[in-house]
């Protein structure tokens, strides 16, 4: 009993020496109440690989490491014998815990697959003087249900304050009472820790000061005094856009009035710290009410939308440097660039007003204030032929003296973004004499996965294009006004479930922000490999096959390999054999894949296969008219890619599905040439496969080791029709 007090006195009196310590810049070392940093354990994560390292159980129940199950390495715990909720597996925290601080707790929890579905929770206990409070640890994940099967991550967040012993522990809701399961991979993580670790950074704002502006997304919250938020915004950024409050609905949600308070704090805040304000957006498609631009005629139209261009412009005047007037009026999959009006978005705002509602609009933020810069902004640029749909725009624009000033190409990416379409955008708008900026950065890992973790190997891809990205900003430094990122951290981010950010959401620096700091140095520590490049022929044979009928139509034509993979896991692969005639090409396709899967609402995360064609075999960085990509899914589902249906002919195909696979015959027409013998196609073939939980797993190619057949013709190999 005693101890215990004298303990929990110590607790409190060591946390107001440390906080007094760090204040007047002392470090105690000795005397009679021992130093922080002896005192409070670094907590390693938990991974049952060595034995139940730290963890037992609760109530009266078996806890042993077990090789049954694991979610990463060979070992996990078991939990059996519970007969009540309370009943788990817990672990004394008491040493890795400084009072007042807020800590996260993860545990990836399992129930075998014979099990029924179980709702766990994270939940400590806390002994003040021998008497015991239970408290369950907060946010959405610190409770979920676990499906037999599958491995799942809980997350809970808590704040001690006095405390003598503090515990956490799994349990589960009364209907799991008495289920067993499987925990793994453990980590407690003190949010002050890394607090400290963000004021060690090289400012980007620093790094960048004479080349371009470094910015982020956000509203005044950005700003509230203290936080880790604004602590780390104000150390690298020196320019902000407002993430919505300035959209059309957040301006003028109600005809005629006004909603300007929020925005204006923003702003207000913004120039108290020094910083370069950015408005984002006057015309958009999102966002923005109905009444503006549905059931009225086009001059009532046009009255809307000058009127609001005109009041919110006057409103922030010049505290606003630069103004998005326009975002993402272009469709995303252009054929015929040089007609930019007939790649227009077919939005509320073209349909009322027809394709002259762009320069109604920059002409009226004009008017509104000479002196502000006024962009088009708009993503996908660094896709070729949304590209120059959009420098057809300005370049008709500035010839017909239409006030544009820039190009904000947003650059919402992934990790399969071409940098070399990205340089050619960049280029190609600087040719216009327009100043770019960079307006919504962020570079995704993977598609959304409720539960994924961010891996090693996607941390440095993902670091390695943003340090690719900043060598062409930099190189293109005349041009590029600004670089704006959308969001601080992965935790803000609107992408957030995809790591698209410089900062975890616990504020930490990760790879990518040493990669925007010096990319330079970044890469020759951490090289790019070159996908090798290999360019196989194949022989197409002569023949026509009917689609749904005997395979044996292809027996004389060569077997093709589909069996290179583009990803880490090495999972479905399958054959081909190609015929061709002078309208279409004839393939069949063998996929060896035992577990088929197409729960994904993405057609390319099915299990399908893919053939893509590139008819002058041009090896282009992006489509051309004559390129294409054609996906069947063992579900007979048919997609296509950027280019969509064929404008010749048609595509047939049909499905066999047998044991440990499946069959696909497919036919595509060609669409720009008249097969005969001896011509060479750019070619090449990919398996789709999907795991259990339909997430796609793994790629097998023929030829092109890129991920980026969908978009860039360069790897494709060759068919040689014979
Ligand atoms: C996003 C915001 O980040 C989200 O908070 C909001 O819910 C939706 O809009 N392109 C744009 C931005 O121009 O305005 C979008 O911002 C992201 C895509």
């Not at 947003?410 to 050619?424: A, E, F, I, K, M």
């Not at 327009?434 to 993902?462: H, K, M, P, R």
Request: overall charge negative.
């Amino acid at each position: 009993m005693y101890k215990k007090e004298r303990r929990i006195v110590l607790r409190k009196a060591l946390s107001l020496l440390c906080t007094f310590a760090l204040t007047a810049g002392l470090f105690i070392t000795n005397g009679a109440v021992p130093a922080m940093a002896n005192e409070v354990k670094a907590f390693k994560p938990i991974s049952f690989e060595t034995g139940t390292e730290g963890f037992t159980g609760r109530g009266n129940v078996t806890a042993e490491q077990s090789k049954e199950a694991a979610h990463e390495g060979e070992n996990s715990l078991y939990v059996t014998g519970r007969t009540s909720a309370w009943n788990g597996a817990t672990i004394n925290v008491t040493d890795y815990i400084v009072p007042n601080t807020e800590y996260e707790f993860s545990i990836w929890v399992y129930v075998p697959e014979a099990a029924s579905e179980t709702t766990f929770q994270i939940s400590t206990q806390i002994d003040v003087k021998d008497s015991p409070s239970y408290k369950q640890l907060t946010g959405a994940d610190s409770k979920k249900t676990v499906k037999p099967g599958e491995w799942i991550k809980l997350t809970g967040s808590y704040t001690y304050e006095a405390f003598d012993v503090a515990q956490i522990y799994i349990e589960t809701d009364e209907n799991g009472k008495e289920a067993s399961f499987y925990i793994d991979d453990a980590n407690l993580i003190s949010k002050s820790a890394i607090e400290a670790k963000v004021e060690e950074l090289t400012p980007l704002k620093d790094i960048y000061k004479d080349l371009f502006l470094i910015g982020n997304a956000g509203e005044v919250s950005l700003f509230e005094k203290d936080t880790n938020t604004n602590k780390l915004l104000s150390r690298h950024f020196n320019a902000v856009t407002a993430e919505n409050s300035m959209k059309p609905d957040g301006q003028q949600k109600e005809k005629g009035k006004f909603n300007f308070g929020p925005a204006d704090s923003l702003v207000k805040s913004v120039k108290a710290n020094g910083m370069t304000m950015i408005g984002h957006t006057l015309v958009w498609h999102q966002q923005s009410p109905a009444w503006m631009n549905t059931d009225v005629t086009r001059e009532e139209a046009i009255e809307n939308l000058k009127t609001h261009i005109k009041e919110v412009v006057t409103h922030y005047g010049s505290d606003i440097t630069a103004w998005d007037v326009v975002n993402e009026a272009f469709d995303d999959s252009v054929t015929n660039p040089s007609n930019w009006r007939g790649a227009l978005r077919n939005t509320p705002w073209k349909q009322a007003i027809g394709d002259d509602y762009l320069e109604i609009a920059f002409t009226a933020a004009r008017e509104a204030n000479p002196d502000i810069k006024l962009y088009y902004n708009d993503y996908n640029l660094d896709n070729v032929n949304k590209r120059e749909a959009v420098y057809y725009m300005a370049k008709e624009f500035i010839e017909k003296g239409i006030p544009i000033d820039g190009i904000g190409m947003q650059g919402h990416y992934s990790l399969t973004t071409s940098v070399t379409n990205v340089r050619n955008s960049v280029k190609r708008f600087a040719e216009l004499g327009l100043e770019i900026s960079v307006t919504e950065l962020d570079i995704t890992v993977n598609e959304a996965q409720g539960n994924a973790e961010l891996t090693e190997a996607q941390e440095l891809a993902q670091a390695q294009k943003y340090a690719q990205l900043f060598q062409i900003y930099r190189e293109y430094s005349d041009s590029v006004a600004r670089v704006t990122f959308w969001g601080l951290t992965d935790g803000s981010s609107w992408r957030g479930d995809r790591f698209p950010q410089l900062f975890t959401k616990y504020f930490q620096a990760k790879k990518a922000y040493y990669a925007v700091a010096d990319p330079d140095k970044f890469l020759e520590e951490n090289p790019v490999q070159e996908v090798q490049k290999t360019n196989k022929i194949a022989k197409a044979t002569h023949g026509t096959a009917v689609i749904g009928g005997d395979e044996s139509a292809w027996d004389a034509a060569d077997t093709i390999d589909v069996n290179n993979y583009a990803m880490a896991w090495e999972g479905a692969k399958g054959t081909a054999k190609v015929l061709w005639d002078e309208e279409n090409l004839y393939i069949l396709f063998k996929v060896t894949d035992a577990d088929l899967n197409a729960s994904s609402p993405n057609a390319y995360e099915q299990d399908s296969i893919e053939v893509f064609i590139d008819e002058n075999n041009g090896k282009t960085p992006y489509y051309e008219e004559d390129d294409g990509q054609f996906r069947v899914g063992y579900n007979e589902l048919v997609s296509y890619g950027s280019n969509g249906t064929p404008k010749v002919g048609e595509v047939k195909s049909a499905v066999i599905v047998g044991d440990g696979g499946y069959t696909v015959q497919v036919q595509i027409p060609f669409q720009t040439i008249k097969a005969k013998k001896g011509t060479i196609i750019g070619f090449d073939l990919q398996v789709n496969d999907a795991n259990q939980n339909g997430v796609r797993v793994s790629i097998s190619k023929w030829n092109d080791l890129t991920d980026y057949s969908f978009m860039n013709t360069e790897g494709f190999g060759r068919l040689l029709l014979f």
